[in-house]
């Protein structure tokens, strides 16, 4: 069965709703604003997701400005502040050899985000 499509909340362009990201603007979960640990929809003003109650705003590492479930570049400095895993865009420890959730290996991942 062909997937249904929807608009990307980020860019507007229509993606299949099993997306793990936007094919157009490769930003992660493009219909829904979600837990980047767990996947549950989340409501922006939550800090703390209520499913698996990880934090959903993180400081940046460099600036310390807060970052929310879809901030995985700091808005301020350009700084990454979370990697994803680029098969089920759930959120990966930098340098980890594989996603935890679906398995990936990340080796070939981290070798093109340079040393
Ligand atoms: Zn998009
Ligand atoms: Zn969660
Ligand atoms: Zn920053
Ligand atoms: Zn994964």
Redesign the pocket.
């Known amino acids: 069965m062909p997937g249904y499509k929807r608009p990307c909340r980020f860019c507007g362009n229509l993606v299949d709703e099993n997306s793990a990201a936007c094919p157009f603007c490769s930003r992660a979960h493009p219909l829904q604003m979600v837990c980047p640990h767990c996947f549950a929809p989340v409501q922006a003003a939550w800090t703390v997701c209520n499913a698996c109650a990880k934090p959903l705003v993180i400081p ?6 807060p ?1 929310g479930p879809d901030d995985d570049i ?6 990454v ?1 979370r990697y994803r895993c680029p098969a089920c865009a759930a959120v990966i420890a930098p340098g980890a050899k594989r996603c935890e959730r679906c398995g990936t290996k990340l080796k070939d991942f981290w070798k093109s985000k340079g040393p």
């Open positions: 940046c590492p460099r600036c310390n400005a970052a700091c808005g301020k400095c350009h700084s502040v």
